[in-house]
Every structure is written in structure tokens, then in C-alpha cells.
């Protein structure tokens, strides 16, 4: 199940470089190409806020 970045990112950034198939996009807050992601748990594991989840 692809994981989803809540409206609770603060765009820190540190997400994007875990991501090791470069699914994270950079906005107002970041996104995760669902499609692309191989739910590996990497973004969440760094996010300070919690903001990435798995899509349920």
C-alpha cells in the first residue's frame, strides 16, 4: 500500500533524499507519486511531524 503525505507537512525536506526511488515531489507541502511508491516506510521514518502514511 503506497504511502500519502498528510496536510500536516511542514516541507522540511527531509523526506525527499530517503526516498529511494525518487517518488517525492516538492510543492507547498511535498507529495508522494502514488503510482511509483514501493512503500518502504523511509519518508515516514524521517518526517518530524508524521505526515507521511500508508494510503488506506
Known amino acids: 500500500m503506497a504511502y ?3 496536510d500536516d ?3 522540511c ?3 525527499k533524499p530517503e526516498c529511494p526511488v525518487d517518488c517525492i515531489s516538492e510543492g ?3 507529495t508522494i ?3 511509483a ?5 523511509s519518508c515516514a521514518d ?3 511531524v508524521d505526515a507521511p502514511h ?3
Open 4 to 6: 500519502k503525505i498528510s
Open 9 to 11: 507537512c511542514i516541507a
Open 13 to 15: 525536506g527531509q523526506c
Open 28 to 30: 507547498d507541502i511535498y
Open 33 to 35: 507519486d502514488q503510482d
Open 37 to 41: 511508491c514501493i512503500d518502504c516506510g
Open 46 to 48: 524521517v518526517c518530524p
Open 54 to 56: 500508508q494510503d488506506c
